[in-house]
């Protein structure tokens, strides 16, 4: 199958301070990416859909300034948490799905602790 | 809109028995069904999918699921579970498939327990 690529795979930062999450699709043009969070023992609650070259469509409660999503390229999206907090601290992942894909392709996460 | 719906918050089994997650998803047409699964710390393992055809679907590590319209159900079956396989499973079903933008929905997930 694809291969997506999340970096970093954990983070820890300062309380105020930005962080960057990339997600790449090593072998295939990811049309569409999705950026999902997960809290201990707890499901994946889909956060925002991006589509290359588009602005992200975030789900309901999700504060748009506060998750910034870009989807520049065809291989890579990035979601940057803002002047983090530790509320904020979770597992993130991304899943990447290209044109014609039936289905999407996960990284292997990124657990953000704020401190 | 769809939603997924796994009864089954833990499961523990012993080493060598058979397994069964259930799975109930909500559609109105015909759904799109997965099964992950989820290593500690990890980011998700496609195990199998069911788009169309055979409701009985073979996948990865011995795995398979079945479609039941009638039931709306994709249960996960595996006749002998290995130590390795203690993770925690996720259902998760698309409502279309656009070839591109198919945004899932997923179960809360059921935690497997592996007894030696």
């Known amino acids: 199958g694809a291969v997506v690529s999340q970096h970093p795979s954990w983070v820890i930062c300062k309380s105020g301070t930005s962080v960057k999450i990339e997600c790449r699709s090593l072998?295939?043009?990811?049309?569409?990416m999705f950026w999902y969070r997960q809290f201990p023992k707890q499901s994946l609650m889909l956060m925002a859909t991006?589509?290359?070259?588009?602005?992200?469509?975030?789900e309901q409660g999700v504060e748009k300034d506060k998750f910034l999503i870009n989807h520049a390229s065809l291989t890579l999206s990035t979601l940057t948490v803002t002047s983090a907090h530790p509320e904020d601290s979770s597992f993130y992942i991304c899943?990447?799905?290209?044109?014609?894909?039936?289905?999407?392709?996960f990284g292997q996460g990124t657990r953000l602790t704020v401190v | 809109a769809q939603s997924v719906t796994q009864p089954d918050i833990h499961i523990t089994v012993s080493e060598g028995a058979s397994l069964e997650l259930r799975c109930n998803y909500s559609y109105g047409a015909t759904p799109y069904l997965f099964w992950y699964v989820q290593s500690p710390g990890q980011g998700l393992q496609l195990l199998l999918k069911y788009f169309s055809g055979d409701t009985l679907v073979q996948g990865i590590k011995g795995f398979e699921a079945e479609f039941k319209r009638s039931q709306s159900s994709f249960n996960l079956r595996k006749p002998s579970v290995h130590w390795s396989d203690a993770a925690e499973y996720f259902c998760?079903?698309?409502?279309?498939?656009?070839?591109?933008?198919?945004?899932?929905?997923f179960g809360t997930g059921t935690q497997l327990k592996v007894e030696l």
């Open positions: 072998d295939f043009q990811a049309t569409t």
């Open positions: 899943s990447a799905s290209g044109t014609g894909n039936t289905e999407a392709f």
């Open positions: 998760a079903v698309v409502g279309g498939l656009t070839g591109g933008g198919n945004k899932l929905t």
């Open positions: 991006s589509n290359e070259g588009s602005k992200a469509t975030y």
